[in-house]
T-cell receptor, first 114, second 110 residues
Framework: ETGVTQTPRHLVMGMTNKKSLKCEQH?????MYWYKQSAKKPLELMFV???????ENNSVPSRFSPECPNSSHLFLHLHTLQPEDSALYLC?????????????FGPGTRLTVT | RKEVEQDPGPFNVPEGATVAFNCTYS??????FFWYRQDCRKEPKLLMS???SGNEDGRFTAQLNRASQYISLLIRDSKLSDSATYLC???????????FGPGTRLSVLP
């Protein structure tokens, strides 16, 4: 149904692990985003990429490392996370990073850090 | 002041009721406004964009009041399937990102 896919859908990792989240969009969009959604809190924008170039980084800790190899793929590399990093991580894309365009979200990866 | 604020909810309404949500925003220069809905444990999905002149899509009507810096969403003839969290989205202070409100939860009861 959605033009934005994310894998894995669920992930449990220890604090010393390294893992990566993957996002792919099939909509021909030029901008991609990572959001974090914690329980009882609004969505928090983490990173914005426009045509594979990072245009925004909202003071995200360095244990989160994004990568955008092309306009269709976006990764979020995770290492030495903390339990408070447990959340739903959502990827989104839009036609252009200009905010007049709506964003389309993937189903998210539910991450649990133990 | 938070950039985007919404009615805290939850709203519990019977089927067939009309319900309205409000959202206020702090940045008077904001240009883009949207309503998204998010079902439990699912991703947000675009419900409708909000245009300056107001717009309607079936049972849903969105209004924008720039002078008072708020947007509203009216749902008529509520259905059980309307039960969700409704997110107000406004383009933010620093240009290239959306700011999401905390959401208003709606439960439509049989």
């Amino acid at each position: 149904e959605t033009g934005v896919t994310q894998t894995p859908r669920h992930l449990v990792m220890g604090m010393t692990n390294k893992k990566s989240l993957k996002c792919e969009q099939h909509l021909g969009h030029n901008a991609m985003y990572w959001y974090k959604q914690s329980a009882k809190k609004p969505l928090e924008l983490m990173f914005v990429y426009s045509l594979e170039e990072r245009v925004e980084n909202n003071s995200v800790p360095s244990r989160f490392s994004p990568e955008c190899p092309n306009s269709s793929h976006l990764f979020l590399h995770l290492h030495t996370l903390q339990p408070e990093d447990s959340a739903l991580y959502l990827c989104a894309s839009s036609q252009d990073p200009q905010t007049t365009y709506e964003q389309y979200f993937g189903p998210g990866t539910r991450l649990t850090v133990t | 002041r938070k950039e985007v604020e919404q009615d805290p909810g939850p709203f519990n309404v019977p089927e067939g009721a009309t319900v309205a949500f409000n959202c206020t925003y702090s940045n008077s220069a904001s240009q883009s406004f949207f309503w998204y809905r998010q079902d439990c444990r699912k991703e947000p999905k675009l419900l409708m964009s909000v245009y300056s002149s107001g717009n309607e899509d079936g049972r849903f009507t969105a209004q924008l009041n720039r002078a008072s810096q708020y947007i509203s969403l009216l749902i008529r003839d509520s259905k059980l399937s309307d039960s969700a969290t409704y997110l107000c989205v406004v383009n933010g202070e620093y240009g290239q990102n959306f700011v999401f409100g905390p959401g208003t939860r709606l439960s439509v009861l049989p």
